[in-house]
């Protein structure tokens, strides 16, 4: 998993950008509520001032307004609301869309044909299987059941004693919401349950026989697991005949050796984790020594995207977003160097070690001795004072996660003299930071690195609780497709609402794709253009990197043409809902870190917020317009 | 026309608080040069669906609004319902304009046809209505048992409204609307659809809700119905206001005396008509009065209730009945 610069913002940071304001997403939503009263009064007098003529069609906007403050929303009962949203759920129970829990079983007894047993990393499978399931299939059943039941209700004229009756356009909308979010729950609580049963489940085996076991000589036992599930593990147990086999696929077994003399192996230990990193602030330095904000580019690591964070900024062309940042690299041989400046490495917090996971990436500039990894080395080092440990060594393990524990106590240097440092006394400042500085050994050769490559990890949470917070963060992007098939269901019919939705949940998850178009036409890259240079590329078989192969005339009609659509198609993405920030949460808990509370917060403050503009919009609609029309 | 209709609209729309007093309720509703056109998607025009209609529906009265199909009938409901906008004009209910939700509290509605959901049986219906009028669970417990009781669904109350009848659908959907125990009954072609019992009863049940002092206001195209049970009626034709009045009043031939009596010999009969004819006046006919085929079909069904698997034996001729029995079955139906 390689997370992004937003992603290590804290709720505050994400909400305010503190000396950025014009990134925040409190802005963001204050431009979205703005333009949402300020559209929402043009078009309501224009549709009123149509009806009424334009000094009543003011009055008819103002009475509305006035309406929805004094009558509608005190007027508002909870009791009317959960009736309706009790019907809806009837409805929607009717509509037999719980069957599509029983697909969702179906699907999990069919997923040995294409989960690869051979995997590196079963547990990421797995998760992240269950999860894109489960999020495809509730998004999907969201977006239908939510935009068809108003229409319906329209069309059968069912509504007709609904709004006769004295309910509010408020409670019809909040009713629909409520009703459709209820079921969406009904449905992701025993498809969570069963999710995580086929994840335990699925994972759990145990090696019935040991082989190859050899006495050490210097006490304590080694040998092989046998051959279950396309994997065996090698053990080492000390003199009391206890240990644990090495990590394979991401797990590890207990082994005892009984008193008669037989082994027993225990069951998967550490497939499933909750990892709860302590990540630290990054700085390089090149192989002079000189301090550097990135690390060495060894090519192709700076990619689209990363934009979506810029907000309204990246829109007015303020800035560019973070872009997506790709590993940073460190030379070997030379003062290169990476060192990550950790908080809070205080007792409390570490017990006997503390616990470090690095997951770097190694770059070849010679083949060298291609048997062996690359090496490197980390170095506890006190942020101010020229205090440091003696180095300890690595092999870099591309692609896992190596975990490695320092010792608490380590022989250094102190200023110039050589001693036993003790790291809470002598390496951690007063603030309770710590620096850790990480070195490549191999001459010419590059380690890569990313902020979230190293970190301290002071505690693992319960899978099952991160497994809860990925699936309420399938809840939320469920609540807002809900919000907003309600929305667009007001005013457009069923079929229509459903793809109005669904466009607007496709162009939330291409966001990234329409803000790299707009880049590039902005900065004047030849990456093939907007939809119709595009569309004229393909016809005419050119590549997309060459200058676009047309009269001057005709290229200027195309490029405007295009750069309008796609101004457009950026306003209206910036202004959706970030969804692939959303189901990205499935990456952290597939990939066994835990989900940040604030990410969760994040998540959840933007479900609130679109789900009140939704919820605004379709009071409008609804009471502006002619049921029985 | 035009300001003083725009300073009418300043005026209520101040005082239509919920406060409204119940105590003004001289008139229930009024239409004030209520116009509708319907237009199409471009905004141009389709049909002219309702012209400068005026109207004033009193306190405990059945006020009818009669007229073939598309005079407009239905749109009036509509429009004074709030379930569509006047195109110019407006609409007041108790008072308040109505496009307030407010007015709702003290309505009952019966649709044309009986828009319910099917997947509720009858008394989830009516509790599920009871709830949008914010009523607790111990009155609308109360209120749904009274009026399963009064439409006569005992039997099929725990049925869904997808098995029952078109009767039995339509008694449902009177039930709802009396779910609040309304002022006011908007009737939305109370009898389409039932059979002559089920008329009857309607009819009934609607003189019953004048003697409990609501208004009653009922759109229909089935003469006889709005005959026996309106106080007054408004006939509407291709959207005009044609004629409206107490129907005892619109009915009455004013040059023709009715007298009915019985035991009369034919002697007798030819005498009365020499009284008349001494008197100046013409006998235009001297016989026995026919029923009414609704007379008839229910006195059949009422005997054959007290006596099942009898046939009806009339007192009249034999022959001549049973030959029409049939036939008029059928017409009815």
């Known amino acids: ?629 | 026309m035009d300001t003083d209709n725009s300073t009418a609209v300043a005026e209520t729309s101040e005082d239509t608080s919920p406060t409204t007093a119940k105590s003004s309720d001289s008139v229930v509703i009024e239409t004030r040069n209520l116009s509708k056109i319907y237009r199409d998607f471009w905004g141009r025009k389709k049909v002219h669906a309702l012209k400068s209609l005026d109207i004033e529906v009193k306190p405990g009265e059945i006020f009818g609004l009669l007229g073939p199909n598309g005079s407009g009938k239905s749109t009036t409901i509509k429009l004074i319902l709030g379930l569509l906008f006047p195109t110019s004009g407006r609409v007041l209910v108790f008072d308040q304009d109505a496009s307030e939700t407010q007015k709702n509290e003290r309505i009952g509605y019966l649709p044309e046809e009986s828009y319910l959901y099917k997947f509720l049986t009858a008394e989830e219906t009516l509790d599920f209505y009871g709830r949008l009028f914010d009523l607790s669970a111990a009155e609308r417990k109360n209120r749904v048992k009274q009026l399963i009781e009064m439409v006569g669904l005992q039997g099929a109350k725990h049925r869904q409204l997808k098995e029952y009848s078109k009767g039995m659908t339509r008694r449902v959907g009177l039930a709802q609307a009396l779910i609040n125990d309304p002022d006011l009954v908007l009737l939305d072609e109370p009898t389409t659809g039932l059979d002559p019992i089920g008329t009857r009863e309607m009819k009934d049940l609607i003189l019953g809700l004048r003697d409990r002092g609501k208004t009653v206001l009922l759109c229909s195209h089935q003469l006889a119905d709005v005959q026996d049970v309106c106080d007054r009626v408004a006939i509407l034709h291709q959207g005009e206001l044609k004629e409206l009045g107490r129907v005892s009043d619109l009915l009455k031939v004013q040059d023709v005396t009715e007298v009915h009596a019985t035991g009369l010999s034919d002697a007798a009969k030819s005498e009365i008509a020499e009284v008349i004819a001494r008197h100046g006046g013409t006998v235009e006919s001297i016989d026995n009065p026919t029923a009414t085929m609704e007379d008839l079909f229910l006195n059949i069904v009422r005997e054959s209730e007290a006596r099942p698997g009898a046939r009806r034996v009339s007192q009249a001729t034999e022959s001549k009945n049973s030959s029409n029995g049939s036939t008029s079955d059928g017409d009815q139906a």
């Open chain 1, 1 to 629: 998993m390689n997370l992004q610069l937003d992603d290590f913002w804290s709720f505050y940071e994400w909400f305010f950008r503190p000396g950025a304001f014009l990134e925040s997403a409190a802005l963001k939503g204050i431009v979205l509520a703005v333009l949402g009263i300020v559209l929402g009064l043009v078009v309501g007098y224009v549709i009123s001032s149509s009806r009424y003529g334009s000094g009543e069609g003011f009055f008819a906007v103002a009475r509305s307004v006035r309406d929805l403050f004094r009558f509608d929303l005190p007027g508002t009962r909870v009791r009317r609301i959960l009736a309706l949203a009790r019907l809806a759920f009837k409805e929607a129970v009717r509509r037999k869309v719980l069957y599509v829990v029983g697909l969702f079983v179906v699907l999990l007894l069919l997923a040995g044909w294409y989960l690869n047993p051979q995997s590196d990393d079963p547990a990421r499978l797995y998760i992240s299987f269950v999860l894109t399931a489960t999020n495809y299939l509730v998004l999907a059943l969201a977006l239908f059941i939510s935009s068809f039941s108003l229409p319906e209700d329209i069309k059968n004229k069912t509504l007709y004693t609904i709004v006769t009756k004295p309910v509010r356009a408020t409670e019809i909308v909040l009713g629909r919401m409520l009703g459709f979010v209820a079921m969406g729950t009904v449905i992701l609580i025993p498809m969570g349950a069963l999710s995580y049963l086929f994840v335990t489940r699925g994972l759990a085996h145990t090696h019935a026989e040991v082989a190859d076991v050899r006495e050490l000589p210097s006490g304590g036992f080694e040998g092989e697991t046998d051959y279950t599930r396309f994997h065996s593990h090698h053990f080492e147990l000390n003199d009391a005949g206890e240990g644990v086999t090495d990590m394979v696929r991401g797990h590890r077994h207990v082994v005892i050796r009984k008193d008669d003399g037989s082994f027993s192996v225990g069951p998967v230990e550490g497939a499933l984790r909750a990892r709860v990193p302590s990540y630290g602030s990054l700085v390089f330095r090149d192989r002079s020594g000189n301090l550097q904000e990135e690390g060495i580019d060894v090519g192709n690591e700076r990619l689209a995207g990363g934009y979506g964070s810029a907000g309204i900024s990246r829109l007015i062309g303020v800035a560019r977003g973070t872009r997506k940042i790709e590993h940073g690299y460190v030379e070997g041989g030379g003062l290169g160097t990476a060192e990550y400046t950790f908080s809070g490495v205080t007792k409390e917090r570490y017990g006997s070690s503390i616990p470090v996971d690095l997951s770097l990436r190694a770059y070849r500039s010679y083949k060298g001795n291609i048997e062996k990894g690359i090496r490197g080395s980390i170095t506890m080092k006190h942020p101010s004072k020229p205090i440091e440990s003696n180095p300890i060594g690595f092999t870099v393990n591309e692609y896992e996660v190596d975990q490695k524990f320092l010792p608490l106590e380590i022989e250094g240097t102190n200023g110039n003299k050589t001693e036993m440092l003790n790291v809470f006394e002598d390496l951690v400042d007063e603030k309770g930071r710590m620096t850790l500085v990480v070195r490549c050994l191999d001459d010419s050769q590059y380690l890569g690195m990313t902020p979230a490559s190293v970190y301290l990890r002071p505690t693992d949470h319960s899978f099952a609780w991160n497994l809860t917070k990925a699936y309420l963060s399938i809840w939320l992007q469920m609540t807002m497709v809900t919000a907003f098939g309600v929305m667009f269901s007001t005013f457009l019919t069923g079929p229509v609402a459903m793809v109005a939705t669904a466009v607007c949940v496709l162009l939330g998850f291409s966001a990234e794709q329409v803000y790299d178009t707009r880049h590039y036409i902005d900065a004047g890259i030849e990456r093939g253009g907007g939809p119709i240079e595009s569309m004229v590329r393909l016809l005419k078989q050119d590549a997309m990197t060459t200058q676009l192969d047309v009269d001057t005339v005709a290229a200027k009609v195309i490029k405007t043409a295009d750069a309008g659509i796609v101004y457009t198609l950026d306003a209206i993405a910036t202004a959706l809902p970030n969804l692939p920030k959303m189901v990205n949460t499935a990456e952290f808990a597939a990939s066994g870190f835990d989900i940040f509370g604030a990410l969760l917060a994040r998540h959840a403050v933007a479900t609130l917020g679109y789900v009140v503009l939704a919820f605004l919009i379709s009071y409008f609609t609804l009471k502006s317009r002619e049921i029985a029309a």
